[in-house]
């Protein structure tokens, strides 16, 4: 996620930035990258090798959503470290739709009309059981590829065969779930302390991604719908103690 990327100066931050989390609301989520079977590509790698001409689905391509958009950096940078970029794509005679969201219904449409075969992004509960009920299979992001992406911060992830029906197994991808806050290291701890007790005060009112009452104790959790990378404020982690919040 961006705030790990921020924290270790990697991506598009030239210098670590002292961020500290207060707390990970849940939202699972993880990076897709699925092609329709008709292809016959079962790699990223093999786009590059064979100059495939997709016809992919994802967010928007402009150059300042390639560089502002936490979404379409991680799915450049992926598409990096397999060796092409959507202008190889657009080279290669392939074609684009961008999307200005994930559950967008012309993406729903160009996946059942067959336009597309090929759909790069996050927010693959909206969107990965169409594609697989049309023939899509999602590529792996492993080996090489896998560890550039670690190495920029990011978790490593499936595409669990347990959300969707009609997948053989899981797919090895990198992790896109939780929505963090975050405030300088400099911010001081009693005005983190009452951040934190507002959070509470104020969780009945909170909705979720998850569609869940709102549990304090997962803000703090570092758990699948709430990974967190980047260290707690001190006034958040004297928060969550003397509360009983568990970590």
Same mark, same amino acid.
């Given at each position: 996620?961006?705030?790990t990327l921020a !924290?270790?100066?990697?991506?598009p931050?030239?210098?670590p930035?002292?961020?500290?989390?207060v707390?990970?609301?849940? $939202?699972?989520d993880?990076m897709g =990258?699925?092609v329709?079977? $008709?292809?016959?590509?079962? $790699?990223?790698?093999?786009?590059?090798?064979e100059?495939v001409? *997709?016809? *992919?689905?994802t967010?928007?391509?402009?150059k300042?959503?390639?560089?502002?958009?936490?979404?379409? !950096?991680?799915?450049?940078?992926?598409?990096?470290?397999?060796? =092409?970029? =959507?202008?190889?794509?657009?080279k290669?005679?392939?074609?684009?739709?961008?999307?200005?969201?994930?559950?967008?219904a012309?993406?729903?449409?160009a996946?059942e009309?067959?336009?597309?075969?090929a759909?790069f992004d996050?927010?693959?509960?909206s969107w990965g059981?169409t594609a697989?009920n049309?023939?899509f299979?999602f590529?792996p992001?492993?080996?090489?590829?896998?560890?550039?992406?670690i190495?920029?911060?990011?978790?490593p992830?499936?595409?669990?065969k347990?959300? !969707?029906q009609g997948?053989?197994?899981?797919?090895s991808?990198?992790d !896109? $779930?939780?929505w963090p806050?975050?405030v300088?290291?400099?911010?001081?701890?009693?005005?983190?302390?009452?951040?934190?007790?507002a959070?509470?005060a104020?969780?009945?009112?909170?909705p979720t991604?998850?569609y869940?009452?709102l549990?304090?104790?997962?803000l703090?959790?570092n758990g699948e719908?709430?990974?967190?990378d980047v260290?707690?404020h001190?006034?958040?982690?004297?928060?969550?103690?003397?509360?009983?919040?568990?970590?």
């Open positions: 996620m961006a705030v !924290f270790k100066g990697t991506g931050f030239s210098k930035v002292p961020l500290r989390t707390a990970v609301f849940p $939202s699972y993880v =990258f699925a329709h079977e $008709s292809t016959e590509i079962t $790699s990223l790698a093999q786009i590059k090798q100059r001409s *997709l016809r *992919l689905s967010g928007p391509t402009t300042r959503a390639l560089m502002d958009s936490t979404t379409m !950096f991680t799915v450049a940078a992926v598409m990096k470290a397999a060796g =092409f970029t =959507f202008a190889d794509i657009r290669w005679e392939g074609r684009i739709q961008s999307v200005p969201r994930p559950s967008h012309d993406r729903r449409a996946i009309n067959g336009t597309v075969n759909i996050e927010g693959i509960k059981q697989v049309h023939g299979r590529l992001v492993d080996g090489a590829i896998r560890k550039r992406m190495d920029l911060g990011y978790r992830s499936v595409v669990p347990s959300r !969707f997948m053989p197994e899981d797919v991808t990198v !896109f $779930s939780g806050m975050v300088l290291a400099e911010m001081p701890d009693d005005v983190v302390y009452a951040l934190c007790e959070i509470e104020r969780k009945d009112l909170m991604d998850n869940k009452p549990d304090v104790a997962q703090c959790a719908e709430t990974p967190c260290p707690l001190a006034g958040a982690e004297r928060f969550y103690r003397e509360r009983g919040y568990p970590r």
